[in-house]
């Protein structure tokens, strides 16, 4: 009997292997480039990481829009058609929702704990929700708009003050850009700042040089993700070396931010404990860790905050540089932007991130230019958890996908002229993605869960650039050679030339006033310092101005009614009487929440209700 069992055994295993490998031959495998060296496989074709999305291009040219590489010991799906692309992220997009086990994002990543490296399943939903729930919902981020806001306004009073301090009027636009998307993700993050007016903090010095680091430390991969057995003969130490030496120090710079709210918790529990608008989201992840501390470490509270920092500053600070620079290029769509702004905003108020939805060919601009230039040029790797089939070839479970979007983006079979800029070929298109022809924010369960943040933060920071100034390339020529650092960068930082807008000085003025007021916590001798730097740069306006310091005073003394009418007064000795008058209303709705001050609803209410004298006297 015993020996019977045995026999059947065996006849099952032998045929079960042999029906396996007799399928295997006539399942259908995608083609594989020519030559795969002897353990190399493909890696020559990694030699230039910058111009990773070209070299690719050129394979899939040869050989498909579905290919097989070997990276070394590791197969690789390489993939560059809308239509492929749809395979993986729509019709097996659960099996492609799994991460490589790089061992980078297991030392950096705090061994695949973060939202960006978990593999699919209960971790990672639970980081997309918390994500989704406290910062990137549209509801949270209409909750947080103030500090955009803040941070947009901010940005364009920096580049004012850099040129009324005198200096040349070229700018370096990028680390303004980087410092915008910083401090916005900060103030969400950790309720404060890491760069202001003309100063660093000892937190934007050290994250900026770790940032660096990671640059420098060559991106996701190293070689021990291509060759397993180098981990056995301790082949990759130094690269691991490497990545722990910058690890230890990202860490401790996430654990003295995590340290200090639960400090500024302990300290503000009774003000802000009951008050979820008020609490950033290091707050809020350690009141949930005080109802489930093993689930909520400071590692997964660590991790996550990591990550949102690595994917929401740099991606949409490059975006608007790419943006610039495309424009400079192309003046016709730059003043077609222009003047869409102008007829839907006018030039007696600031744009607002809510006027970013009736901008339609704003909006074709962003897309054309995240089409050209994907943030990501080739997708963050997934790696399938089954067998599937993609383009009709069977891939094996365990396979990294490597999706070429710059590839599909700018591909002439389905784009007319990829190679130019064309923001009109956006036009009535709905949303932000073309099928699978266009999706700079991925697609499926693994897309860019900022996507909505991220529109707005482009948006509305190229909106106020648009209306507040005159660009102009300083160079004859923009330069537009690009390179892939973890995201696709210019090589050569964009350099520009930019005059504030006349029509736009009073409100820019205001500008001045209103950051000075969010900067001191409304503190109103700074507001007051604001304004006779102001005065003196104003010389058609010193009279209004004087008025509105009169204003301040009025207001510090408490006396509320003489300063609405104090407003009023400079704004009718204003030669741009809205301007003021918009200072003033908004300094009232800024003041509004502390003093329960009657805020008048727009404008040209302050000015109608009180008839305008002739003469602009001032006197009712
Ligand atoms: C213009 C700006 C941005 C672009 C073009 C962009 C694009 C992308 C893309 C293409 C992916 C990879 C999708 C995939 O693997 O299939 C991604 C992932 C991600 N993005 Fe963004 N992103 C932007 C801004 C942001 C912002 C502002 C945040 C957060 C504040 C953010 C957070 C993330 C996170 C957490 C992931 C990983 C998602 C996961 O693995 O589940 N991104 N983004």
């Not at 401090?183 to 934007?204: C, D, F, L, Q, S």
């Not at 008020?278 to 707050?283: D, V």
């Not at 300063?563 to 003033?584: C, H, N, Q, R, T």
């Not at 008048?600 to 009712?620: A, S």
């Amino acid at each position: 009997m015993d020996e019977n069992l045995l026999f059947y055994a065996a006849i099952f295993l032998v045929s079960y292997i042999l029906t396996k490998k007799i399928l295997h031959k006539f399942q259908k495998h995608p083609p594989t480039p020519f030559p795969t060296i002897p353990i190399l496989g493909h890696l020559y074709l990694l030699k230039n990481p910058a111009q990773i999305h070209r070299t690719l291009v050129k394979v899939s040219d040869r050989y498909g829009p579905v290919v097989q590489l070997w990276l070394g010991f590791r197969r690789t799906l390489l993939v560059s058609s809308a239509s492929a692309a749809e395979d993986c992220l729509y019709h097996n997009d659960i099996i492609f929702a799994n991460r490589p086990r790089l061992i980078a994002a297991k030392i950096i990543g705090y061994d695949y704990t973060t939202i960006l490296w978990a593999p699919y399943g209960p971790l990672w939903r639970n980081h997309r929700r918390i994500a989704a729930t406290e910062i990137l919902s549209p509801h949270r981020l209409h909750l947080l708009s103030d500090i955009r806001t803040e941070e947009v306004r901010s940005l364009v009073k920096g580049i004012n003050d850099h040129e009324a301090e005198g200096r040349d009027c070229t700018l370096e636009i990028k680390p303004a850009l980087l410092e915008l998307t910083n401090n916005i993700m900060m103030r969400m993050i950790a309720g404060k700042r890491m760069y202001g007016e003309a100063v660093e903090t000892e937190e934007g010095k050290r994250f900026k040089m770790l940032f660096k680091e990671l640059l420098a430390i060559g991106g996701a991969f190293s070689a021990g993700d291509f060759f397993p057995f180098f981990k056995y003969l301790g082949l990759n130490k130094a690269a691991e070396k490497r990545c722990k030496a910058v690890f230890v120090k990202l860490d401790k710079f996430l654990q003295d931010l995590v340290d200090e709210q639960r400090g500024k918790l302990m300290e503000e529990e009774d003000h802000v404990g009951k008050n979820s608008k008020k609490k950033n989201l290091i707050q809020v992840l350690l009141g949930l860790q005080s109802t489930d501390p093993s689930y909520f470490t400071d590692d997964i509270i660590k991790g996550l905050v990591l990550i949102l920092l690595l994917t929401g500053t740099e991606t949409s600070s490059s975006a608007i540089e790419w943006a610039v620079a495309l424009l400079l290029k192309h003046p016709e769509c730059y003043n077609k932007a222009k003047k869409e702004i102008h007829e839907y905003v006018g030039r007696d108020r600031l744009i607002e991130e809510q006027d970013i939805q009736h901008l339609p060919y704003l909006h074709c601009i962003i897309n054309e230019t995240l089409r050209m230039y994907p943030v990501t040029p080739i997708l963050p790797p997934h790696e399938s958890s089954e067998d599937c089939v993609v383009g009709g070839y069977h891939i094996p479970k365990g396979t990294m996908l490597t999706l070429n979007l710059w590839a599909i983006q700018n591909d002439p079979k389905v784009w007319d002229e990829p190679s130019k800029f064309k923001p009109e070929r956006f036009e009535n298109v709905e949303g932000d993605r073309v099928g699978y022809q266009f999706m700079p924010f991925g697609s499926g369960r693994r897309s860019c869960p900022g996507e909505n943040m991220a529109t707005r933060v482009v948006g509305f920071t190229l909106g106020s650039l648009i209306q507040c100034f005159e660009w102009e390339s300083s160079e004859e020529e923009v330069d537009f050679e690009e390179k892939v650092a973890v995201s696709m960068l210019k090589v050569k930082p964009l350099q520009a030339k930019f005059k504030p807008h006349n029509e736009m000085l009073d409100l820019q003025f205001c500008l001045g006033v209103l950051s000075e007021v969010s900067e001191f916590s409304r503190s109103f001798v700074a507001v007051k310092k604001e304004c006779d730097a102001l005065i003196y740069k104003c010389k058609a306006d010193v009279e209004a101005l004087k008025c509105s310091l009169e204003v301040m005073e009025e207001y510090q003394q408490g006396n509320h009614e003489a300063w609405d009418y104090a407003v009023k007064k400079a704004a009718f000795k204003s030669s741009f009487p809205e301007g003021v008058a918009a200072l003033g209303s908004l300094m009232l709705s800024y003041v509004d929440d502390e003093v329960n001050y009657p805020v008048k609803e727009d404008v040209k209410t302050i000015l109608e209700e009180e008839k305008v004298p002739d003469d602009k006297t001032g006197e009712n």
